[in-house]
């Protein structure tokens, strides 16, 4: 599990089908094997570790899904995952990503960052106005969007720009998304009904004034 706050940059030194290797000398000492980190928003566990970095195991389903694929030399955003007790400072981002987005136009407007991104319809059914959005592997708030959500803009601060990989898109730019899980969850609820509960058996039961106090609800 990880926040969205991005905590160094990195480097692809090598990619194949199967590994990929990372330089991020300021992590390096942060990191063991078998940690999870974020790449570009995609959670990666630590296989082995370099002088400067780390090499993880990559799947096909991975570089087909993400940009970690593409053949160019930007730098990555990193994040190690989050540890018990940590400040939760952006929202809960899994590192699964759900798609890649485009960016469409990167403009300076009153202090900051005006970024508008084109996502796939199964992305945007979950990004709504004001809500959370994964770009990259960084944390934002969506400022607008269109209704299907396969349009939105997010403002981003002088810093956020400036220590991310944000500063190195260009309009084309490809990037990876990944939508609030928080949404995903909601709608499974209501496409299975939301007042429905499985018994440990398996039968369904309603959800009822008696079957919260049953289970302790407590009303004030």
Known sequence: MFTGLIQSLGQIEHRDREQIVIRCPDLRNKLALGDSVAVNGVCLTV???????FVADISPETLNRSNLGDSNSMPVN??????????????????HIDGIGTLIESKM??????????????VGHYIVFKGSICVNGISLTVASCNDDGTYFSVAVIPHTYQNTNLS??????KVNLESDVLGKYVEKFLRLGSHTVREPNGSPAEITADFLAEHGWEYT
């Open 78 to 95: 990193l994040e190690l995952a989050l540890a018990v007790g940590d400040r939760l400072g952006g929202h809960f981002v899994t590192g």
């Open 109 to 122: 407007q009153g202090g900051a960052w005006e970024m508008s991104f084109h996502a796939l319809a199964s």
């Open 47 to 53: 296989a082995k570790l370099t002088a400067s970095g």
């Open 168 to 173: 190195y898109l260009r309009s084309g730019s």
